[in-house]
C-alpha cells in the first residue's frame, strides 16, 4: 500500500505544482507506477479549474475569465506540456532528418514554430473556455462546467498509453521520457479503470448533488464520446509521431496532452451547442 501511496504522490509532483511535501527517492519503478494515478492528477487539476471557472464567470465577462482561467491552467502544470508541445513544433516542423529533429527538440531555446504553436494552441483553449463560461454565466446548459474536470483526466490518461502502446524515440538513458521505459498494456489498463472509475464518479456525484442538469446514463454517453476523441485524436497524432520520430519521446507526450485537451474541449463546446 505504502508503494502505491508514493506512486500516486510521484504523480502529482511529476505532474503539477500543487505542494505535496513528501520526499520519494525517485527511480524508475517508481515512475512506472505513477502513471496509474495519472487520471486522477487530471481529475483533481479538472476540478481546480471548474471551480476557478465558475468562481471568476460570477464577476467577471467571459473573456477575461477565460484568459485568467487559461493563466492558472498553465500555472498549475507549470508549463510542463506547453514546453512539450513547443518543443516538438520546432522539431517536426522542421522538416529535417530524424536526428536532426530530436536534437531541435532537446535544445532548451524555443523556435519561431514553438511560439507559433504555443500561441495558436492558447488561442483555441481560450476561444472555447469562453463559450463554456458564457454558459456558464446563464446557468442551465452551464451546469455541464462541471464535465470541464473530464477534460484533463482523459488526456493524461491517454499520456500512459501512448507511453505503452508506441516505442521511445531516443536513445537509452536520454531524455525525460526514458524514466517510463517499461511501463507496459497492464499500466495503461489500470489506468484507464482508475479513469473510467473517476468519471462515472463523476456523473454519480453530478446527479446525486444536482450539480449537472443531465441523467446518469446521459452522462455515462458523454463519457463514452469524450473517450472516443481521445482515442481518435491520440492515436492519429502518435502514428504521425512515429512515423517522423520512429517513436515518441517525453516532448510528444506533453505536446499530445494540450492537443488532446483542446480537442476535449471543442468536443464539449459542441455538446453545449
Known amino acids: 500500500m505504502w508503494l502505491w501511496s508514493e506512486a500516486c504522490a510521484a504523480a502529482f509532483q511529476f505532474l503539477t505544482r500543487l505542494p505535496v511535501p513528501v520526499k520519494l527517492d525517485y527511480n524508475d519503478a517508481l515512475f512506472r507506477r505513477s502513471v496509474v494515478f495519472y487520471p486522477l492528477v487530471g481529475l483533481v487539476l479538472g476540478l481546480i479549474a471548474a471551480a476557478a471557472g465558475l468562481l471568476m464567470a460570477s464577476v467577471l465577462p467571459p473573456l477575461p475569465a477565460a484568459a485568467l482561467l487559461l493563466g492558472i491552467w498553465v500555472l498549475l502544470t507549470g508549463a510542463l506540456h506547453l514546453d512539450g508541445l513547443m518543443d516538438t513544433a520546432d522539431g517536426i516542423l522542421s522538416h529535417r532528418s530524424r536526428e536532426k529533429m530530436l536534437e531541435i527538440m532537446k ?7 514553438g511560439v507559433i504553436a504555443g500561441v495558436l494552441v492558447l488561442l483555441l483553449k481560450w476561444s472555447l ?6 454558459a456558464a454565466a446563464t446557468g442551465g446548459q452551464g451546469k455541464q462546467w462541471l464535465l470541464l474536470a473530464l477534460v484533463p483526466l482523459w488526456s493524461r490518461w491517454y499520456m ?49 448533488f ?26 492519429v497524432m502518435s502514428v504521425s509521431i512515429h512515423r517522423k520520430l520512429g517513436g515518441l519521446t517525453g ?3 506533453g505536446a499530445m496532452n494540450e492537443l488532446l485537451e483542446a480537442a476535449l ?3 464539449l463546446v459542441l455538446i453545449k451547442g
Not at 177 to 185: N, S, Y
Request: negative net charge; contains cysteine; charged residues 5%.
Open 107 to 113: 535544445d532548451s531555446r524555443v523556435g519561431a514554430m
Open 129 to 134: 473556455l469562453t463559450e463554456l463560461l458564457s
Open 160 to 208: 500512459v498509453a501512448a507511453i505503452a502502446c508506441w516505442p521511445y524515440a531516443r536513445q537509452t538513458g536520454s531524455g525525460m521520457g526514458g524514466f517510463f521505459r517499461g511501463v507496459g498494456a497492464g499500466h495503461a489498463a489500470a489506468s484507464g479503470l482508475v479513469a473510467l472509475l473517476l468519471s462515472l464518479g463523476v456523473a454519480a456525484a453530478g446527479e446525486a
Open 210 to 235: 444536482g450539480w449537472l442538469p443531465l441523467p446518469f446514463w446521459h452522462m455515462v454517453g458523454i463519457v463514452v464520446m469524450l473517450l472516443a476523441v481521445t482515442m481518435t485524436a491520440g492515436v
Open 251 to 253: 516532448d510528444t507526450y
Open 265 to 267: 474541449l471543442l468536443a
